[in-house]
Nanobody, 123 residues
Framework: QVQLVESGGGLVQAGGSLRLSCAAS????????MGWFRQAPGKEREFVAT???????TYLDSVKDRFSISRLNANNTVYLQMNSLKPEDTAVYYC?????????????????WGQGTQVTVSS
């Protein structure tokens, strides 16, 4: 059974940093695209970042100068380093895995999802 487990969320002051981790088990995702999405209260889930098997990445415009997605295939893990956090970054962050090999911002292209981890940025 495929599982994605996120960790690393928490409460941080504006301007601070957090690193989210997503550990995958049940199959190997080395050749697949991984992504991070987020959902704020009362809003729809939105794309944040994606990384393909060649480690090419794509970002939401509002985070591309502050967030960095990476992967460690040996550990079947993907990371999201978040710097210069803003209150508007507050959301539940979800890790997702796609059986596709290309980068995609569309949540419908992702087949597996984690349970989410809360990130709260205070002003």
């Amino acid at each position: 059974q495929v599982q994605l487990v996120e960790s690393g969320g928490g409460l941080v002051q504006a301007g601070g940093s957090l690193r989210l981790s997503c550990a995958a088990s049940g199959r190997t995702f080395n050749r697949h695209t991984m992504g991070w999405f987020r959902q704020a209260p009362g809003k729809e889930r939105e794309f944040v970042a994606t990384i393909n098997w060649l480690s090419a990445s794509t970002y939401l415009d509002s985070v591309k100068d502050r967030f960095s997605i990476s992967r460690l295939n040996a550990n079947n893990t993907v990371y999201l380093q978040m710097n210069s956090l803003k209150p508007e970054d507050t959301a539940v962050y979800y890790c997702a895995a796609s059986t596709s090999w290309y980068n995609t911002r569309d949540s419908a292209d992702y087949d597996y999802w984690g349970q989410g981890t809360q990130v709260t940025v205070s002003s």
